[in-house]
């Protein structure tokens, strides 16, 4: 059944505005969900909505397969007026679905089990400490184009399901096996899977087209500012940094990202 809010003082209203920061989807473990793309592919991953909020015009005119989508959930519908909608929208986004559910667990002892048990997991890919949303759902983004098998976030300095990363995503941070944990814990479990480990340095790295990446590999890439620790150098890894023929020493992390994941796609097939 379809209900509808009309004040800003309902509680599930305030509940899912406070979403919009990182502080709210802690203190709740709850995540928001903006876009019929998004909510579509988050509910056909297996996410549960709690709540669905929308404009009755919205409702609608909404594509029928979006539709569907919604109605084989068990998310509660709720329209709400225009007024209540702009303040629940993220930003000027006020002509998508709204949805808000318990944010996926992403911790290491939960999800390393399973990464472990999956023999033929074979491209993984290694972030540690990325910082900002957008380069971090692109990334995710590459990644499942090149059909990387998991993502590996290492002291990470973002939040997972931040609305950026699911909008910069495109939603396939739904689909996607994510692991966050330590870089110890993460370097053990590489260790114990036996990869073959490749890190994007600036110094004493090959080139990285010289790379056989045919193998069991993990690409590793730090931080936007910093590049990768120490706790990633003088290792049994290989270094490795992309050719620079003009003044950059570098590029932005997600395209660096994608551009390593794409030629690990190429030589595999």
Known sequence: MIEKITSLQNQRIKKAIRLHSSRGRQVQNRMIVFGNREVARAIESGIEFEEIFCTETLWDDLDPGVRSCVSKSEAKV???VPEVFEKLAYGSRTSTLVGTAERPSTSFDSLGDQLASQKDLSLVLVLQAIEKPGNLGAILRSADACGIDAVLCADPLTDFFHPN????????VFQMPLVSGTTPEIQDWLASQEFGVFTAMLEN????????LTGKVALVLGNEAKGLGEN???????SVKLPMRGQADSLNVSVTASVMMYEAMRQRS
Do not use: H, M, P, Q
Request: charged share 20%; hydrophobic share 45%.
């Open 78 to 80: 709720f329209l709400v």
């Open 165 to 172: 990363v699911i909008r910069s995503s495109t939603g396939v």
């Open 205 to 212: 790295a090959s080139c990285f087209y010289e790379a056989d």
């Open 232 to 238: 990633w150098v003088d290792k049994a890894y290989s």
